[in-house]
């Protein structure tokens, strides 16, 4: 079999992460033949990779007639314009979400790569967590009936930089993001309505930054049926990422991954280990295994597992939550774009 040539954009750390897979887990299917980022020293790395092509220039990566897929890692504010030439360039596309803070764009991105039939797969890397998959699994099999209430808690274990937060889009297009798509994911379900509720309650540095560090929002269904989900910028306890999906039937459960399994008990009570504290190891499973289904998308020939639909999708409730937070009632999906 061929080996799919892969251009990479980004050495930051998500791209550093599926640099890494790539060599170590997929060397018999794909390689990175060329690799971009405007604050890598290429004559050093290059004698580290003398195989493979470095630049401080995307275009050219995105450009080269030796790379058949590009993998968008770099900053959310390069995303459009790197995914509409790598389009153009009649390449697939891995792009980290979003493809842009503007929905008109999005729109306009994903209507450009159905209409060239181009495999681009979003980076909503959740999904692919082992656990939230097997629940999904769980929910089309039926195991649980009907399901009528998905929780969702989303709390990172600190504040990221004020400067990231100034351009970060928000927390509703920055970090609930995923969790709206996760909700649609679960549910398989559209969005018909949102209600959001958010504040500044942690540092007062990120409402002058023009944003918010707590958030509640309530998805409403297209069949009545419903989402919950909070938001935190700190968790003084580490990455709390868990769901409930609850069901006619029955109830699935994901809990928080710890540092370790161990459970101590003593006179003093029940002890525990504490969530993961840091989301590249959170998610590290997810990393390789949304890697995995991208590259055996295109080695099969078969639709990406979430593609530019989604990612509007989620966009849109990302903008409607914020619209309800700041008008203060309920919106409908159908209000946004």
């Known amino acids: 079999m061929k080996k799919i040539q892969i251009g990479l954009l980004g ?3 998500i791209g550093k992460i599926h640099f890494q897979n790539i060599q170590q887990y997929f060397s018999n299917v794909a390689t990175v033949v060329a690799v971009a980022d405007p604050l890598i020293d290429v004559p050093a790395i290059q004698k580290q990779f003398s195989s493979i092509f470095f630049t401080n220039d995307s275009k050219e990566v995105v450009l080269s007639k030796d790379v058949e897929a590009v993998l968008i890692c770099t900053p959310t504010s390069s995303h459009a314009e790197l995914l509409e030439l790598a389009i ?3 390449k697939s596309v891995f792009c980290e979400k979003p493809m842009d803070l503007s929905l008109d764009r999005t729109k306009a991105l994903a209507e450009l790569a159905k209409s060239t039939n181009t495999k681009l797969m979003m980076g909503f890397n959740r999904r692919f967590d082992p656990d939230f998959l097997h629940a999904r699994e769980s929910v089309k099999k039926g195991t649980i009936g009907d399901v009528q209430i998905v929780k969702i808690t989303s709390r990172d274990p600190g504040l990221p930089p004020v400067d990231y937060i100034k351009n970060s889009g928000g927390l509703f297009m920055d970090m609930a993001i995923h969790d709206f798509d996760m909700a649609c994911y679960i549910m398989n379900k559209k969005v018909a309505e949102v209600f959001a509720k958010g504040a500044v309650r942690i540092d007062k540095a990120v409402g002058d930054a023009g944003d918010i560090d707590t958030a509640l929002t309530t998805l409403t269904f297209e069949d009545g049926t419903y989402a919950v ?5 700190k968790a003084v306890y580490g990455y709390d990422q868990r769901i409930e999906i609850f069901g006619n039937d029955g109830m699935i459960q ?9 459970v101590l008990y003593n006179q003093s009570g029940i002890h525990y280990a ?8 959170r998610y590290a499973k997810s990393y390789l295994n949304e890697m995995d289904f991208f590259i055996s998308a295109l080695n099969n020939n078969t639709d990406m597992p979430v593609g530019g639909d989604d990612a509007l999708q989620a966009t849109k409730i990302a903008v409607a939550a914020k619209k309800s937070m700041l008008e203060g009632r309920p919106v409908k999906l159908s209000e946004i774009g």
């Open 229 to 233: 989900i909070d938001n935190s910028r």
């Open 11 to 13: 050495m930051g750390r």
């Open 254 to 262: 994901v809990d928080n991954n710890q540092h370790n399994r161990n």
């Open 88 to 90: 153009q360039s009649g």
């Open 274 to 281: 504490l969530p993961l504290d840091f989301f590249m190891d």
